[in-house]
């Protein structure tokens, strides 16, 4: 069965570093999306991406954050200038348009980021 | 804005008991909901799905149907085993593309 594939499963990085999450969506999949869990909290929407914009974002998703399609298959998260309170598990998540999963999303394993 | 809500857990169940967990939605229009599940240290799985009122969704033995009259989608299971210890978050979307609204998830503990 497809799956969204994400890496680095987790990574650790110094405060005001940059760190760069990739995923690969499910290949026939035309929207995208990154959501975040911070440790024993709730799934939170950061941004979802189409036709090559971003479609919608939360407040979570301010300048310090920024995706990007690079090539037809990897979808990438930025962050810039990380901050301790950024640690969390990140997970991309993809959706098709009119196929069989109808609007179901999809999420990947997740990268777990530790900001030290 | 659309949310969903959940039942306060942890849910502690023996081996073979029934589940019940709640989960009612607030939305602007006729979302489609969803259970996911989250097995400790792993990700995101859909467990089941329904798209419209009355439908049920159904998946390992957990069900759960679409209640519009009560904007519901309670997840339920007849026997639970230890295998089924996880956080289960119920979500809402609302049309192709649009984001899934999470609820807080509900932590499930099923002793032997």
């Known amino acids: 069965e497809p799956e969204v594939t994400q890496t680095p499963s987790h990574q650790v990085t110094q405060m005001g570093q940059e760190v760069i999450l990739r995923c690969v969506p499910i290949?026939?999949?035309?929207?995208f999306y990154w959501y975040r869990q911070i440790l024993g909290q709730k799934v939170e929407f950061l941004v979802s991406?189409?036709?090559?914009?971003?479609?919608?974002k939360s407040e979570i998703f301010d300048d310090q954050f920024s995706v990007e399609r690079p090539d037809g298959s990897n979808f990438t998260l930025k962050i810039r200038s990380t901050k301790l309170e950024d640690s969390a598990m990140y997970f991309c998540?993809?959706?098709?348009?009119?196929?069989?999963?109808?609007?179901?999303?999809?999420f990947g394993e997740g990268s777990w980021l530790t900001v030290v | 804005g659309n949310s969903v809500t959940q039942m306060e857990g942890p849910v502690t169940l023996s081996e073979e008991a029934f589940l019940t967990i709640n989960c009612t939605y607030t939305a602007t229009g006729y979302p489609s909901l969803f259970w996911y599940v989250q097995y400790p240290g792993e990700g995101l799985q859909l467990l089941l799905k329904a798209t419209k009122a009355d439908d049920k969704g159904s998946n390992k033995g957990f069900e759960a149907t679409y209640r519009k009259e009560t904007t519901s989608f309670h997840l339920e299971k007849g026997s639970v085993q230890v295998s089924d210890s996880a956080v289960y978050f119920c979500?809402?979307?609302?049309?192709?593309?649009?984001?899934?609204?999470f609820g807080a998830g509900t932590i499930l503990r099923v002793k032997s």
């Open positions: 991406f189409y036709n090559n914009e971003i479609s919608e």
């Open positions: 290949s026939n999949h035309l929207y």
């Open positions: 998540a993809s959706s098709g348009q009119g196929d069989s999963s109808g609007n179901t999303i999809y």
């Open positions: 979500a809402l979307s609302m049309e192709y593309g649009n984001k899934l609204v």
